[in-house]
């Protein structure tokens, strides 16, 4: 395990990076310090020029992104884009050669994580189900962690790129499916402790409680949370850009509750939480950042927040 700071000219292999956001912009920028080759994609100019003026080269479609290259990070928002991304008009899977290592960093069912590695493996790449966690701040420092699965000969050939950007790489099978089934158990926990987080703070301002030190006060106690410690400094400063959006979570919930439903195995607080994001959603906060569900409890409950 290691963050892959170091900086060198002498480049270790071509790396495609497709979806140049804040992940994978971060990720793309972690590769390129570590002496790799990048060719990005993203359809943002923007995220495109970034790449560029670190010294990246562009493609103008997935599919040239990642002709030649011997790793293909795909750090999209589900499987419905990871699908077209590998298997679309202009999909990449058509310009992989063989033997190539495609890495799925998308969330999604460990069920469709299975179904596209063994589709694409048929073609004779490799698939690599490998979500991360971390946030933007770790992706641009190449400290992410990385839940992945796959065959040994995949982790083999992808482990120096998977280092670039990760602190924490976990190996967690020989098959994909089980680096999402990880990456949902973090999800369930990640979007109930939001919830939480957002209904206490917002129960403090209703009892007229000083925010700023309720935040010193909690996050120096037992009922502190990563989530609490990181969410609540918007809410103080209430500031919703996204770094996180609400619907991010209405999607991983919402298979949070499928895979629970198809094992008839109760989530009552993730479901509870569900509700939350689908009314921030449905207000219109979708695209706001998850703490956004501040406030709709501030809305519920006349309870009033600080204003940006």
Request: hydrophobic content about 45%.
């Amino acid at each position: 395990m290691s963050a892959g700071r170091q900086s060198t000219q002498d480049h270790k292999g071509v790396v495609g990076v497709i979806g140049l956001g804040s992940m994978g912009g971060g990720m793309a920028a972690s590769l390129v310090r570590a002496g790799f080759d990048v060719v990005g994609y993203d359809v943002s100019a923007q995220s495109v020029d970034r790449l560029t003026a670190i010294g990246g080269r562009t493609a103008a479609s997935p599919a040239e992104a990642a002709r030649g290259c011997d790793i293909v990070f795909s750090v999209v928002v589900n499987a419905a884009q990871t699908e077209t991304i590998l298997f679309g008009d202009e999909g990449c899977a058509s310009t992989l050669r063989p033997g190539a290592v495609f890495i799925s960093c998308a969330t999604m069912s460990p069920d469709i994580a299975r179904q596209l590695g063994a589709r694409l493996e048929a073609s004779g790449c490799h698939y690599l189900d490998a979500p991360i966690s971390g946030g933007a701040a770790r992706a641009a420092q190449g400290e992410l962690t990385v839940l992945a699965s796959g065959s040994a000969v995949a982790f083999d050939k992808a482990r120096p790129a998977l280092n670039a950007v990760a602190a924490k790489l976990y190996e967690l099978g020989d098959a994909p499916g089980t680096g999402s089934a990880f990456k949902m158990i973090n999800q369930l926990l990640a979007g109930v402790h939001i919830a939480a987080a957002c209904e206490a703070m917002t129960f403090a301002a209703k009892q007229n409680l000083d925010l700023a030190k309720v935040y010193e006060v909690i996050t120096a106690s037992a009922g502190n949370s990563w989530m609490f410690e990181n969410r609540m400094p918007h809410v103080l400063a209430g500031d919703y850009q996204p770094l996180s959006a609400v619907d991010i979570f209405v999607k991983d919930l919402g298979i949070i509750q499928d895979m629970a439903r198809s094992e008839c195995y109760p989530v009552p607080l993730a479901a509870a939480a569900l509700q939350m994001y689908l009314a921030a959603s449905g207000a219109g906060m979708g695209k706001q950042d998850d703490a956004s569900l501040a406030r709709i409890y501030a809305q519920l409950s006349g309870a009033t927040l600080p204003q940006g």
